[in-house]
Structures are given as C-alpha cells and as structure tokens.
C-alpha cells in the first residue's frame, strides 16, 4: 500500500508547487491581456497571431528535445547526489540547443508560405500569421535557450527564481504589446500593430535570458561551456535524446494533430476559428494549477527516483492527482457557468459567443481527462519511462480520435462542437491509459537502469 505524504512531506510539495502556480497564473494573464490588445486592435490579427503562436510552438517542441532530457537527467542526478555530471549535461544542452534554434530558423524561412497556406486562412489572417512568424524567427535561439534555463532551474527546484525571472519577462510583454500594437502618438511611438506584438515577445525574452544566465553561472555554479569531447560521441548526449527524444515527439504528434484539427475547425469559417483560439485562451484559467501541480511532482519525481525512493514517488504523484482534481474541475464548472457573460467581453458576434458557451461545457469532461493526462505523463517522463506516452498518443489521437472528430464535425454536422466532443474523449482515454501504466511499476524498471547509466559516467 502507497503512504500518504507526511505534513512535512506535503508541505515541501507545496513550496515547491506555488512559484509555479504563480508563474502559470502570471502566463495566463498576460496572455489574455494580450489576446484582448490584439482582438481590440483587430479580431483577424488576434486569429493570425494564434496561428503563428501555434506553428513557432511546434518549432519549439524540437527545441525541447534537448532541454527536456536534459532536465530529466540533471533532476536525477541532483537526486542521486552526482553533481559532476551536471555541468557535462549544462553544456551538451546549450550546444544542442544552438545547432537545433538554426536549424528551426532556416526550415522556418524555407516554409512558412506552405505552412501558412496549410491552414486555408482568409488573406488578412495569413498575412498577419507570416509578419508576426518572420519578425520572431531570428531570434528562435532564445527560445531554445529559455526552455534549457527553465528545465536547469527546475532540476534543481529553483522554482522561485524562475517565477520572479518570468515576471520581469511578461510584465516586458505586457507593457511592450500595449506601447507598440496601439502606439502612443504624444511621446512618439507608432502604432505597430502585428509588428509591435512581435517585438515586445523578443524584448521580454532577452530580459529572461540576461538574467537567468546571471543566475544559473552565479549559483548554480554551471559554466557556459561547449561539451570538452566531441558532443556527437559523448554518452550524455546519447541519454539526452534516449530520454528526451520519445517525450518531445509525443508533444510533437500532439502538437501536430492540434494543427490538423485546427485546420478542420478553419473549414467552418471565421468564427469558429476565432471562438477556438478565444476559448482556448480562457480554458487555460481551468487548468493552470493542474499544471503546476504536475510540474512540480514530476520535479520531485525525478529526484526521488534519482535517489531510489520509490514509494515516496508514488505517494506525491497520488498526493498531486487529488490537489489537482479538486484545483481543475471547480474552475472548470464556474467557467461553464459564467461563459455567456465572459464570451461578450471578447465578441459581440452571436455565433461566436454561442460557440464559446457550448465549448464550456463540454470541457468539463476534457479537463476532468486531463488531470490524469498531465499529471501521471509528466510523472511517467520524469522516471525515463517516455516511450510509452508516445506509443499511447499516436494510437489514441491518430488511428481512434481524428477519424471520431471528422465523423462528429463533417459528417454528423456538429463543426466546432463535434471537434471538442472528440477531445474530450481522447483526453479521458490517454488519461485513463497512463494511469494503468504507472500502476503497473514498470517506470521504476526504467528509472532503475537510467540511474545506472549516469553513475557509470561518474
């Protein structure tokens, strides 16, 4: 039997847990602020700055591969006490991180017309979409950094001063976006719109980057060094992409069938695009304490079973599903409730807003699949057990939920609402599917035979 954490235990979690739920809460209400400057400026540059937001993040899910194994592999070793690993998995990832943000820049410039194009979108949202991609592509390294800082920070529970870092970072964006989308004439700063939207992004990550590096050479004693051997050969590089490869092309085939179902639900015309990326932008309020809940027991995951300690895992992860439930659902009943006034502060368009209330409810159902989705995933990814999420989502969301979602939107004509009705669904199924994965133990197998392979590097 799984004991309970200890009053010690479970506060320990909680510190942990509040930097990020501040931090998500932070995100969130940014982004919204900056949703709404951009619908108040423009609903078709609110649509195409989503589309483009969603395409970059796709680039970014690559990025990822190598500051996700890489924030594995540090938390297991800062776990199992092995601190001279951590500068040589540092520096792999910084290099990674380099050859893949050049790599993304260029397919970015080669494609963005037919990925663009992909989407089917009106003239004036594509051409928003492609301003806003070609201003933010240059300056993709400091993405991919910001998700190896994020990650370091994180392996070592430095969850508060990544928090305060990304104050800073999106208090930049927010002042930045109102300054260049509106302009302010009396001090001579033009309206920029789309244009200004892009470089507030860019501004709010270089203050990110300053200081993070400033922090992470100052405290955690970590040099900003190339790998001292070839890093093609080197075995941490090998661990990086064993662990980090199979989480990142999960998040990539989700990534992509977002996008595909995001082009069936442009079929549907304007509105229903327009509703999808307002609604999306609100369910984050339904979640976002899930998903520092999750993120907090997937760090303290990957130090427990750095560390061999099995069954205190497993007690945070139940501890975590509870909190997290409890955090999701009554959010997400408050918001099918209040949706019908909420939708008119962003669209006086009836269609829409009838969209949007239809959405509401039926998430209560999605969000209730998430829990279990977010929570044990991130908690099997942090063990090293990755691969089964991948094999979970490509056989759920592509072989049972696309052909369910095109049935329920094309054929039974239910557009946007048959779309979320199909979501809901795959949400519920992977959550149910991982749950069975982590009762079954087969992630301490796996945590077993990767501590091995860092301790043999020592």
Known sequence: MVPNLTRIQSTSFLKLSLPLILEVTFVIVVSNLVVWMLSMYDASLAAGVSIAGQVNNTVFLFFSIISMGAGILMAQSVGAKSPNRRQDIFSTSLFFALVFALIGTVIFFLFYKPIFSFYQLETSVQTFAEQYGLILAPFFILNALFLVFNQTLYAHGKTLEAFIALVFCDSSILIFSYLLIFGVPWVGIPSLGVTGAAIAIVIGRLIYFTGLAIFIHRKLQLKFTLPSVNPFKAKTTKLIFKVGAPAVFENISYTFFMILITRIVAGYGTEALVAKAYFDSLAMFTYFIMAALANASAIKVGQLVGGGEFLEAESTIKYSLRMSFIATLIPSLILAVSMGFIATLFSQDPVVIGLMVALAVIDISLEFGRVLNVVVNRAIKASGDARFP????????????????????????LGLIGIWIALAIDEVIRGINLWFRWRSKRWQHKSTKLNQHIHAQE
């Open 390 to 413: 991948l094999i979970s989502i490509i056989i759920v969301e592509w072989l049972m939920i696309l052909p369910l979602a095109i049935f329920l939107g094309n054929q039974l004509q």
